[in-house]
């Protein structure tokens, strides 16, 4: 190869540059069966279910398909009342991308009636800042479902 | 090319879950090579120790760890090290998009001893051999913006 003749490289700049990019992700999820039944319950019934553990006996919300603590494949079905108990909670005051709702708003983790779990989601229909550790709490479902977690509108106090 | 399938419209099945993500950063050092770039040259640093150049261009050699700054022009032509072709469909991590790849992926070194990668314009791999000489095709200069791809290709030099 005949080498070029090398370029002197004083005639580029220096100065300092600050790039914006962009990065995009478009995952498709898969919610599996077990997912799939938790789902349109939600959908079709307005009924939360939870799935038992044969061994521990654990009751999980959301359902899974193995047991997180034994490892046993699990397919009994509980149905729950959909109450629960908050268990902790969170204000968001400020905006960020990809929020599910425009702040102020709060979200906690609710432990259902007969679950061994406590599932998250947001909380509604009442003053932020009277929000409280150990409300009983039960789900607010939207007219129209489509098999999203977000069936779900909110959780209020009871 | 883009390969398309059916995907399932029920959020209880499967659900899309598009992001982007806006970032800013600053290229410091390598803010030189962002304007060759711009103007259609390639450059990188050359460390002092065994004179080999690096490309994207390193403030530090990775080899020996001394500080490398002096910047040395890499001409536009550059001998084929290794070539591969991915012959099937793989996912464009860029779009999320399943494709068919039809250009190699080639690994060049330069004429000022850097090392790089690009997309080679011979779909026909049994054409491409170690030790052919490849030259650049840049975009268009009002194109460019200072990156890697504004090398558009590598084709063999006839």
């Known amino acids: 190869m005949t080498p070029q003749i090398k370029?002197?490289?004083?005639?580029?700049?220096?100065?300092?540059?600050?790039?914006?990019?962009?990065?995009?992700?478009?995952?498709?999820?898969?919610?599996?069966?077990?997912?799939?039944?938790?789902?349109?319950?939600?959908?079709?019934?307005?009924?939360?279910?939870?799935i038992k553990c044969p061994t521990c006996k654990k009751v999980y919300v959301p359902p899974r398909l193995h047991c997180p603590t034994c490892f046993a494949k699990m397919s009994e079905w509980v149905?729950?009342?959909?109450?629960?108990?908050?268990?902790?909670?969170?204000?968001v005051r400020y905006a960020e991308p990809y929020m599910p709702k425009e702040p102020p708003y709060a979200?906690?983790?609710?432990?259902?009636?007969?679950?061994?779990?406590?599932?998250?989601?947001?909380?509604?229909?009442?003053?932020?800042?009277?929000?409280k550790v150990g409300m009983k709490m039960e789900p607010v479902f939207k007219e129209q479902r489509v098999g999203s977690i977000l069936d779900i509108e909110y959780f209020k106090p009871v | 090319?883009?390969?398309?399938?059916?995907?399932?419209?029920?959020?209880?099945?499967?659900?899309?879950?598009?992001?982007?993500?806006?970032?800013?950063?600053?290229?410091?050092?390598?803010?030189?090579?962002?304007?060759?770039?711009?103007?259609?040259?390639?450059?990188?640093?050359?460390?002092?120790?065994?004179?080999?150049?690096?490309?994207?261009?390193?403030?530090?050699?990775?080899?020996?760890?001394?500080?490398?700054?002096?910047?040395?022009?890499?001409?536009?032509?550059?001998?084929?090290?290794?070539?591969?072709?991915?012959?099937?469909?793989?996912?464009?991590?860029?779009?999320?998009?399943?494709?068919?790849w039809e250009y190699p992926i080639v690994a060049i070194e330069l004429e000022g001893s850097a090392r790089m990668d690009g997309w080679c314009a011979e779909t026909d791999t049994s054409k491409l051999k170690t030790g052919m000489i490849l030259e650049a095709i840049w975009r268009p200069p009002e194109e460019r913006k200072g990156r890697v791809d504004d090398i558009l290709y590598w084709k063999p030099v006839e």
């Open chain 1, 7 to 50: 370029k002197s490289v004083a005639d580029i700049p220096e100065e300092p540059i600050v790039v914006e990019v962009q990065a995009y992700s478009n995952f498709l999820v898969t919610v599996g069966n077990t997912g799939n039944k938790f789902l349109t319950e939600i959908r079709d019934n307005k009924t939360l279910m939870g």
């Open chain 1, 79 to 91: 149905k729950l009342s959909g109450k629960g108990t908050l268990e902790t909670f969170t204000v």
């Open chain 1, 107 to 131: 979200y906690g983790v609710i432990k259902l009636d007969g679950a061994s779990t406590g599932i998250v989601h947001l909380i509604g229909g009442v003053d932020l800042n009277k929000i």
């Open chain 2, 1 to 100: 090319m883009v390969l398309k399938k059916e995907e399932p419209q029920d959020p209880a099945v499967a659900f899309r879950y598009p992001r982007v993500i806006t970032y800013k950063h600053s290229l410091g050092y390598q803010s030189k090579f962002a304007h060759a770039l711009k103007m259609g040259r390639i450059i990188a640093t050359k460390c002092p120790v065994d004179g080999r150049c690096t490309v994207p261009p390193r403030i530090v050699c990775p080899m020996h760890h001394v500080r490398q700054t002096e910047w040395v022009d890499q001409g536009q032509r550059g001998k084929l090290i290794s070539a591969f072709k991915i012959n099937f469909p793989m996912f464009d991590s860029r779009t999320g998009d399943l494709k068919t």
